[in-house]
C-alpha cells in the first residue's frame, strides 16, 4: 500500500515569510503527484501534479510554485506567504492509472 | 464555476438510520466518480468509486447511486454508525486519471448515538 507524509501538521507565519512544505512517498515507484489546498468554505483545489521529476503542472496561478527533485518527493513553496495562502494543504499521489488519490495528513498552514 | 455541487453542507442522522449525501455535477464529460471521507486534521480517505458504465456500486454499508441523465449521484450510508460522523467529499473526473479529480465542497454528517 502507499503512504503519503507530510510535515509539519500545522505552522504559523508571518506575512511575507517563505514556505517549503515537504511530501514523501512510500510504497510505490514513480507515483503522480498532487498538491491540493483546502480553504475556509471551499472543497478541494488542485494546485500542482507532477507526473515525474521535475515534471510539474499548475493549476491556478498563484503565489505558490511546487518542485519534484526525487521521484517520491513532492515540495510546496512560497517566497512570500500572504494572508490569503491561509489553509489546509494536502499532497497526494497514486501509482496506477485506476487507482484511488491517496492523501497525506495534511498541514494546516495560518498566516498571520 | 463549480462543477461538481454538494448542496448540503451539513446532515444529521440517528444512528441506525440511512444517510443519504447527494452530489450534483455540470459536466456531461465526467464518467468517474469517487467518494471521500475526510475526519479532522486528517486527509480524506477513498470510499468508494462508481464508473459511469454503472448506476449502483455497493460495498458493505455504502452504495452509491448514479443517474447520468440527471447528473447526480448519491452515497446512503445503511446503517449509520457514530463513526461515520465526517466531511463526505465526492469527486468526478474525465476518465480514471486521478490529475483530473473535481471535488464539492463536502457535507459533514454527524451520526447521533
Known amino acids: 500500500s502507499q503512504t503519503i507524509h507530510q510535515w509539519p501538521a500545522t505552522l504559523v507565519q508571518p506575512v511575507g515569510s517563505p514556505l517549503s512544505l515537504e511530501c514523501t512517498v512510500e510504497g510505490t515507484s514513480n507515483p503522480n503527484l498532487y498538491w491540493y489546498r483546502q480553504a475556509a468554505g471551499r472543497g478541494l483545489q488542485l494546485l500542482f501534479y507532477s507526473v515525474g521529476i521535475g515534471q510539474i503542472s499548475s493549476e491556478v496561478p498563484q503565489n505558490l510554485s511546487a518542485s519534484r527533485p526525487q521521484d517520491r518527493q513532492f515540495i510546496l513553496s512560497s517566497k512570500k506567504l500572504l494572508l490569503s495562502d491561509s489553509g489546509f494543504y494536502l499532497c497526494?499521489?497514486?501509482?496506477?492509472?485506476?487507482?484511488?488519490?491517496?492523501f497525506g495528513n495534511g498541514t494546516r498552514l495560518t498566516v498571520t | 464555476d463549480q462543477q461538481v455541487k454538494q448542496n448540503s453542507p451539513s446532515l444529521s442522522v440517528q444512528e441506525g438510520r440511512i444517510s443519504i449525501l447527494n452530489c450534483d455535477y455540470t459536466n456531461s464529460m465526467f464518467d468517474y466518480f469517487l467518494w471521500y471521507k475526510k475526519y479532522p486534521a486528517e486527509g480524506p480517505t477513498f470510499l468508494i468509486s462508481?464508473?459511469?458504465?454503472?448506476d449502483k456500486n455497493e460495498d458493505g454499508r455504502f452504495t452509491v447511486f448514479l443517474n447520468k441523465s440527471a447528473k447526480h449521484l448519491s452515497l446512503h450510508i445503511v446503517p449509520s454508525q457514530p463513526g461515520d460522523s465526517a466531511v463526505y467529499f465526492c469527486a468526478a473526473s474525465e476518465g480514471a486519471g486521478s490529475y483530473q479529480l473535481t471535488f464539492g465542497k463536502g457535507t459533514k454528517l454527524s451520526v447521533i448515538p
Open positions: 462508481i464508473s459511469s458504465i454503472k
Open positions: 497526494a499521489g497514486d501509482g496506477f492509472y485506476n487507482s484511488p488519490l491517496h
